[in-house]
């Protein structure tokens, strides 16, 4: 099995909602995107398995130095490696994956947030520029489309964060804004004692309306003009929106089981979004 086939498995194989998104795209788009997640897993995997963080904190550093050789021509990483090979066709500013480094890396040094203010910078460097890098790939003509990139990344990282609220705080991370806690007076033993009381499902509305509103703003700013190139990131949205509807049919219970899709409903959501961008593209066309 060679490295791009490997790399498709490990996407596959990881169930992410992302494939359902990626598997209608062109093969040469295709590659590029599995590359481009290839690295970002792997980017995750050094903070999340890492025996301790002056290990991470080295290895981060070692991955940080393999990206800017990736740019330079000289990687010796798999990874980094395929990465270069599809630069030649994608040029994807260096700047965003050097910016999702530090938002990865930022777990090491920070697992509370006092304020949203203070999370919209993790969002960003950890969903937004993997929207943006995601967008160079599948292409644009209209510069809103960074925007639209960005908005959308939040809303689907506020999702996750809603979705593992449980699974974060056994990690000793909480995402979800001190102040807001402090509002709907639920505490940190709250949370660690599973508390699911009205407080608790009044806190997860408050995020989930947050994230809706940049679902909506992502809605607002995607240009027609780049709408069938982009439908990859709109089955992102859809599947990722549909999960936080599951989320709020289950009254914020995230406790008791991780709320997810079913493959076949992913997939559901991903034929439609792309036979949709298909009939639009036609009449377009004609």
Known sequence: MNLKQHTAQLVKAARTNFYYAFVFLPKNKREAIFAAYAFSRHT????????????????????RAELHACYGGNPTHPIACNLQNILQDFPIPKEHFLALIDGVEMDLTQ???DTFEDLYQYCYRVASVVGLICIEIFGYTNP??????????????LT???????????????YLPAEDLEKFSYTEKDLATQRNNT???????????????YYQEAKRLLPVEDRAQLFPAEIMGKIYAE???????????????????????????????????????????S
């Not at 050094?46 to 070692?62: F, G, M, Q, W």
């Not at 499902?201 to 509103?213: E, S």
């Open 44 to 63: 995750d995997d050094i903070i999340d398995d890492a025996p301790s963080p002056d290990r991470a904190k080295r290895d981060i550093d070692l991955w």
């Open 199 to 213: 407080a608790f499902a009044d806190l997860m509305a408050f995020q989930a309306t947050r994230a809706h509103h």
């Open 144 to 157: 809103q489309t960074k925007d639209y990139a960005i908005n959308l990344g939040l809303a689907l990282q």
């Open 243 to 285: 999960l936080l509807n599951q989320i709020e049919k289950k009254r914020y219970n995230i406790f008791d089981a991780r709320i997810r899709l079913t493959n076949a409903h992913k997939l559901g959501i991903a034929l439609k979004c792309w036979s949709g961008s298909w009939f639009h593209s036609k009449r377009k066309r």
């Open 160 to 174: 996750n964060i809603l979705r593992d609220v449980h699974t974060d705080y056994q990690q000793n991370r909480i």
């Open 111 to 113: 697992n509370r947030y």
